[in-house]
């Protein structure tokens, strides 16, 4: 979404992509809106659980090209802290939403962000 502006990457939670980001789909006329769809939500299965280190690497993945702005919501924050962390220099901004679980997982990066 969006030709120019900012690159933002969009992560989403517990709810699908399409719900959690929708309201910020004008910021598209000023921005390049990157939203990211989790694996566990790629064949519409509902959430049973997710991988959030896995998550992570798919987006040290894409910060690996071009730094961007980071937005987590719920479940997504995790994936979006350890990928600041371990690419610090391709993360403009990171904003976490909700950022659930936060102070209850072992990771370096987040046990460092509490």
Do not use: K, N
């Amino acid at each position: 979404m969006g030709a120019a502006g900012p690159r933002v990457i969009l992560v989403h939670g517990v709810q699908a992509a399409a719900p959690t980001w929708f309201a910020q789909q004008p910021l598209a006329d000023h921005m390049r809106l990157e939203v990211v769809v989790r694996p566990d939500h790629r064949d519409g299965a509902l959430f049973r659980g997710g991988d959030y280190l896995r998550d992570a690497d798919e987006l040290i993945g894409l910060l690996a090209g071009e730094p961007a702005h980071l937005v987590g919501s719920g479940y997504g924050s995790l994936s979006c802290v350890v990928a600041a962390a371990e690419r610090p220099h391709g993360v403009e901004s990171l904003t976490l939403i909700e950022p659930t679980y936060i102070g209850v997982l072992p990771h370096p990066a987040i046990l460092d962000m509490c």
